[in-house]
């Protein structure tokens, strides 16, 4: 019989963090689904694959436009919350982590989305390999992440804990722009569009909150 391993750091931290997360205070999520749902409509509306779901704070959105949907996520306790959410009945939940090949057929996607979650993963080129390898020809790949000069500010993704009110950090890597884009590059994507986004009303002075990147597979 096979076991499953025991969560890493990260998974654990957001088992945790499962309790809350759609109720504290949080505008780097809130900013990172208007940037989702503000994307080309077509883009979502094949056979899609999202990375990194968490308690399905976009998952809902993705379903009522997808022809399908399988969402991955390392913490088990964030896909329950995930599954409770309306509107998710035919998607497939899937208990993952990320690091590892995901379970996805080849060339079996249209689209790859992957929302606030590689700052939690040190090797780029694995993430966007294997997005390569799932993606159709002509498949797009959609990137939301913190900015990475709001990392350089020491800013990461972080929470409050429920039962102690401790303020908790979940490991976090740097990633320079560069990082996507060399790893992007390197595993055959096309870069269609960069968006720096700031909060709404924010002036350009300020750092952006998120890096969004829309690619497309070759």
Not at 28 to 41: C, G, K, V, W, Y
Not at 97 to 114: F, G, I, K, N, Q
Not at 133 to 159: M, T
Not at 192 to 215: E, M, Q, Y
């Amino acid at each position: 019989m096979t076991t499953r391993p025991p969560p890493d750091e990260v998974a654990t931290a957001y088992d945790v963090w499962s309790e809350v997360y759609d109720t504290q205070a949080n505008a780097t999520r809130d900013l990172d689904a208007t940037i989702l749902q503000s994307q080309e409509p077509s883009l979502f509306r094949g056979d899609v694959l999202e990375i990194g779901c968490g308690t399905g704070k976009n998952t809902g959105w993705l379903a009522s436009r997808a022809h399908s949907l399988l969402a991955l996520d390392a913490s088990e306790k964030m896909l329950n919350r995930a599954r409770e959410r309306p509107g998710v009945q035919h998607v497939q939940f899937v208990l993952h982590d990320l690091r590892e090949r995901w379970p996805a057929a080849e060339a079996s996607r249209d689209t790859v989305t992957c929302n606030l979650v590689l700052e939690h993963i040190e090797d780029l080129s694995f993430v966007f390999s294997e997005a390569r390898r799932v993606l159709r020809p002509g498949g797009a790949l959609f990137v939301c992440e913190l900015h990475p000069f709001r990392q350089l500010q020491g800013k990461q993704a972080h929470f409050v804990d429920p039962d102690t009110g401790a303020l908790q950090n979940v490991r976090s890597h740097l990633h320079d722009v560069s990082e996507y884009l060399n790893a992007a590059a390197d595993a055959g994507f096309v870069l269609v569009r960069a968006r720096d986004c700031r909060d709404a009303g924010a002036p350009r002075s300020d750092v952006p909150r998120l890096l969004a990147l829309l690619w497309r597979r070759d």
